[in-house]
């Protein structure tokens, strides 16, 4: 099933940028999964409108302990992207439908190395991706992982 996301175009008007924005705020639906980390705060594991999944950041927290897994890089990229699958499948979708990720590192010359573990989360289509070095991550984390789904 292809479903449509209904936007309308905005003009503001002082900087003259076109903006787009859902259709109706009370598609709104927050996402939330047992086998995902709950949220440190005040924000959800997911906000899907529309035919849109937004995911928060995850990083490598194990649900039923509620701790980091700490360790290598590669350890945690193993489950950060666990936490977001858990929060897409809640939406009703798969990895596959992740079209955006953004991947914050404690330091970016680990990049290379999160590549192989990443790569086995989107083995067909990868979506796009940015990565970013961040001086502090939560709970001192070495990697968070935030992904924008399409159904």
């Known amino acids: 099933m292809i479903s449509i996301c209904r936007l309308t175009l905005t003009l503001v008007a ?3 940028v076109l903006v787009a924005t859902p259709a109706a705020a009370e598609e709104q639906r927050i996402i939330s999964s047992p086998n995902a980390p709950a949220a440190m705060g005040p924000y959800s594991q997911a906000v899907q409108t529309g035919n849109i999944l937004w995911l ?3 990083i490598a927290i194990d649900p039923t302990a509620n701790q980091v897994r700490h360790g290598t890089t590669e350890k945690e990229t193993k489950q950060a992207p666990d ?7 809640a939406a009703g979708m ?5 079209v ?3 991947v914050f590192l404690k330091d970016l010359d680990e990049f290379p190395r999160i590549n192989a573990d990443y790569a086995t989360y ?4 990868p979506p796009a991706r ?3 070095q ?3 991550l939560p709970r001192d984390a070495r990697i968070e992982i935030a992904a924008v789904a399409v159904c």
């Open 94 to 98: 798969t990895m596959a439908n992740i």
């Open 130 to 132: 940015a990565a970013v």
């Open 56 to 58: 928060a950041g995850q």
């Open 83 to 89: 936490n977001l699958k858990a929060a897409v499948e």
């Open 122 to 125: 989107f083995p067909i289509k």
């Open 14 to 16: 002082s900087a003259s």
């Open 100 to 102: 955006s990720v953004t």
């Open 134 to 136: 961040a001086a502090r």
